[in-house]
């Protein structure tokens, strides 16, 4: 599976982005957003998984959404409120179908099996 993520950049604090990621080599898959911030591990942020269920994290409840069209193999975060703790690398990733996954195990990064190279989001303030 290749994954193309994209739509990260610089913006301050308040305003909104949307990041896309594009899958091509296995459809229908469990979809999801990590992120990395600079000298921090990476951290769950959401997924949407082949039947529509979305999990989010807390810290971005209520300001991300999670979403897909499986007409073009997307997945999209739209961001907004952004703040400044926001900033760091957007991964997108992907989750074989066909195993049983808990919110738990969606939240683990070892659950996917397929990255993209992420997108910089920059929120100053």
Not at 9 to 32: E, N
Request: proline share 2%; glycine share 10%.
């Amino acid at each position: 599976v290749q994954l193309q993520a994209s739509g990260g950049g610089s913006v301050q604090a308040g305003d909104s982005l949307r990041l896309s990621c594009a899958a091509s080599g296995r459809t229908f898959s469990h979809m999801g957003w990590f992120r990395q911030a600079p000298g921090k591990e990476r951290e769950f942020v959401a997924v949407i998984n082949s039947g529509g269920l979305v999990y989010m994290a807390d810290s971005v409840k209520g300001r991300f959404t999670i979403s897909r069209v499986n007409s073009v193999n997307s997945v999209y975060l739209q961001m907004n409120s952004l703040k400044e703790e926001d900033t760091a690398v957007y991964y997108c990733a992907s989750a074989p179908t066909g195993r049983s996954y808990s919110r738990r195990s969606f939240m683990s990064a070892a659950s996917y099996d397929s990255w993209g190279q992420g997108t910089l989001v920059t929120v100053s303030s």
